[in-house]
């Protein structure tokens, strides 16, 4: 499913900043992205990663010695891991020989929460901070745009073990990100109520201290808005062909609910049932001249 076997494949490696402020911080974040997935979500916006085998081959020891390399050469803040729940032994064995060769910098696991228990213990003591994504909550919305129906399940006794292991998001005296669980929650058009669900989820089952990204930038990928040919029914036996059955073929648009960005009333109502709900540390642009933490 994942398309990886005994080797972890890595895509790029490189000092990214795309991330929140806290986590790239004025260096960059050491990403690490990871090729192969566990999810199939339809609208993935790193499918040519995740849904195919592209990038290199590496050992645990070789992936290891590229984190010191982040760290020495490119002096980013922290390693952070891209979705590494397919690989999380090879993982394991790459932070122990980094650890080894001088890591100091903080790991990150940035994951879609689709997790094993036994992967998060295997990663207790090794991670410092989780990057979580919380993607949707209802098992039909699960099953039909991430293909697996047990997804909000999953995700919520992942965040759990997640935060127990190293609780709130904490950070230096210079507001970079240094242990603790961060929860992403992409606005999906038309979803807002499963984002408002996710964020009482939040509230009441792990932390109204949680820090959480109430993200704006959903845009169609992958295969919402593809076309396709289809083809029509034919009519029942002894029925008459109407007119619109003349042609046995007709295109259409895949996922089209969802072909469109969020409008800012969706990432509002979302907010409003997090702050309603007590949270209350969000990933907002800072209100005075400080760090956005
Ligand atoms: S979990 Fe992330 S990387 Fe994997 S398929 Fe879904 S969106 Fe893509």
Redesign the pocket.
Known sequence: MCLIGEKAKVNVIAPHFGEEPCIQGHNGSGAVFMSG?????I?????D???QRNGMDLTPEELGQWYLKLQEVGNVHNINIV?P?HVVPQVALSILHAAELGLRVPIIYNT?S?DSLASLELMDGLVDIYLA?F?VWKPNTSKRL?KADDYAETAKESIKAMHEQVGDLCFTGDGIAKVGLLVRHLVMPGKEAEGAEIMKFLASEVSTDCFVNIMEQYHPD?HVGKRRKRRRALPAEGEEKSSNLSEDTYEEVRYSDINRSVTSEEISSVREAAMGAGLWRFCDPPKHDGFAI
Do not use: G
């Open positions: 997935c566990n999810m199939r979500c609208f993935c916006q790193n499918y990663i995740s849904h979705t729940e879609s689709y994504d993607k991430l992958a």
